[in-house]
């Protein structure tokens, strides 16, 4: 039976922020589930880089002709609506 093996993954940190997590009782664990989480909640288009490819902004441009950005007044956020007014959130 094959087992999987863990693989390392290194990256640099500053000053500041390595100090933080030295003191972290678990720095693996915890890592791993920031990583996790950061993933869980990347923007499916530009998957966390913040910028979309000539391709992806024609499909959003042509998406953004019938759904508008809008801003909830009860959590801050801001959330998709689609112009026929049947979008989620508060208005």
């Not at 288009?45 to 801003?71: I, M, N, Y």
Request: net charge positive; proline share 3%; hydrophobic share 35%.
């Amino acid at each position: 039976m094959l087992h999987s093996k863990d693989e390392v993954i290194s990256f640099k940190v500053g000053a500041a922020l390595a100090r933080v997590i030295r003191r972290l009782p678990n720095r693996s664990e915890f890592i791993r589930a920031a990583v996790l989480s950061a993933l869980d909640h990347a923007c499916p288009l530009c998957q966390g880089t913040g910028l979309l490819s000539p391709e992806q902004k024609k499909h959003w441009d042509a998406f953004a002709r019938d759904h508008t950005v809008k801003h909830c007044q009860d959590c801050d956020a801001l959330y998709l609506t689609c112009g026929s007014g049947a979008g989620g959130g508060q208005q």
